[in-house]
Structures are given as structure tokens and as C-alpha cells.
């Protein structure tokens, strides 16, 4: 089993900064694309952006583009999401994902294998 824990999210005002961070524990050396997902109020999960096994790609769902960036740190075993120009749409509980079958960039939930437990963004406005 692969154990994924979110940190960083929190309360914010529009156009403020985030950094949410995700370690992968227990099995983790068989996790190989990673990604993020998002689910707002009364809305669906929603697929935000991935990483490829070797962190060579990166894709991001449109509302995002440009003002996030996924990264990946191996020797911690961790995934980042930089989160810029914050606007009150981007507020949702944030879910790390991991898949154990894709070297290449997820961009759907249904490929992802694992995931954390969430941790919350609020974005005032």
C-alpha cells in the first residue's frame, strides 16, 4: 500500500500564494506518475495536474495553467503544488494522487491508484 499525506493548505486572500506539499510513505518505490486533484463545494473531483515519473512532464487542467506548478522531490519522496494569483474558484479540498502504472502524465482520475486525505484552500475575495 502506498500512504499519501497533504500539508499546506489554509485560509488566504485572492491573488495570495500557496504551497502544498505531499509525502508518499509505505510503498512508495512503486508510485510512479503523481498528481493533484481538486473538489469544490457541491461540485465533482476534479483533475488539476500531474507529473511524470521522471518529472520531465507536467500537465494542468486550463483554469490552472500558468498560475500552478507541480514539482517533485525524490529523495524526499514528496510532491509540491505552487499555487499563484489565487482566486476564490481555485477554493476546494486538494487531494494528492499517485499511479502506480504510468511513467508518463495522468490526466484523469480514474488512473490514479491512491490518494491522500485531502487538506483544504479557502481563497477570499
Known amino acids: 500500500q502506498v500512504q499519501l499525506k497533504e500539508s499546506g493548505g489554509g485560509l488566504v486572500q485572492a491573488g495570495d500564494s500557496l504551497r502544498l506539499s505531499c509525502a508518499a510513505s509505505?510503498?512508495?518505490?512503486?508510485?510512479?506518475?503523481m498528481g493533484w486533484l481538486r473538489q469544490a463545494p457541491g461540485k465533482e473531483r476534479e483533475f488539476v495536474a500531474s507529473?511524470?515519473?521522471?518529472?520531465?512532464?507536467?500537465i494542468y487542467e486550463d483554469p490552472v495553467e500558468g498560475r500552478f506548478t507541480i514539482s517533485r522531490d525524490y529523495a524526499k519522496n514528496t510532491v509540491y503544488l505552487q499555487m499563484n494569483a489565487l482566486i476564490p474558484e481555485d477554493t476546494a479540498v486538494y487531494y494528492c494522487a499517485a499511479d502506480i502504472d504510468n511513467r508518463e502524465t495522468p490526466a484523469t482520475i480514474p488512473e490514479f491508484n491512491y490518494w491522500g486525505q485531502g487538506t483544504q484552500v479557502t481563497v477570499s475575495s
Open positions: 507529473i511524470s515519473w521522471d518529472g520531465g512532464q507536467t
Open positions: 509505505g510503498r512508495s518505490f512503486i508510485v510512479k506518475a
